[in-house]
């Protein structure tokens, strides 16, 4: 048993408890352990209003079509644990902007963000070399980002008509966008945003950037590194501790 016997088969999620425990595995306890999308599709049963029937993912017994319950399908049936995207599932809906919840999990395919255990998706904003922004607030005060903090302000607030491209919000985007902001001036700071949080996606720059009433800043990272930062990533775990 090997993986030259068994192309891709280090690759499987029970790949090394099947190796340790060939010996001693009954027929059974090893079809359970190769049949990782049966175990998955079981650990989703209670998993919040999320179900898998299936082909389908319904929210609380509603059908979801799209991208993401496509996505869910697939890498279910490739053995991944899917938990994470149920919770972005479970999160997303929390949004009262259908067209937000209709166009973000295709926003972060397009833009190669990945999402959090947490359920909630990286993106990238650029400030300036002290962490404010570099468009200060109505009254003339600096809003600032620093490392750790949570920003929001009140969603009534930010623009929702995706078709005003430069408008009132909390600004995030992905790499496409980076160089059109600014230049190589300032610094980048990395998001993690609540899926619920989102507002709008304006409609230029390729759709590359969006609006949010709040984000949790998470660190920096140089702008020249941020294109290749998650290569074909979908999940990031950060340590709480």
Known sequence: FTTELLPGASRHPAFDTILEKLGTLTTQELRELLDTSRRVRRALQHFGNVKVDGDTVFYKGEAVHGLLADRMIQMLEDGMDIRPWALFLENLKQNPAKHAVDELYGWLEHS??????????????????????????????????????????????????????????????????????????????????????????????????????????????????????????????????
């Open 112 to 241: 190669n963000m990945p999402i959090t255990e947490r359920g909630n998706f990286l993106a990238y904003k650029k400030v300036s070399d002290d962490y404010t922004s570099f468009h200060r607030n109505p009254d003339g005060t600096e809003f600032r980002n620093d490392i750790g903090t949570f920003v929001s302000m009140e969603r009534n607030k930010v623009d929702d008509n995706r078709n005003r491209t430069c408008s009132s919000g909390l600004h995030f985007c992905s790499w496409d966008y980076l160089g059109s902001y600014y230049g190589s001036r300032g610094k980048v700071v990395l998001l993690e945003i609540n899926p619920a949080h989102v507002v709008s996606i304006p409609t230029d720059y390729n759709n590359a950037k969006g609006r949010a009433e709040g984000y949790l800043i998470v660190g920096e990272i140089p702008q020249e590194e941020c294109e290749h930062a998650f290569p074909g990533m979908g999940l990031v775990t950060f340590d709480d501790s």
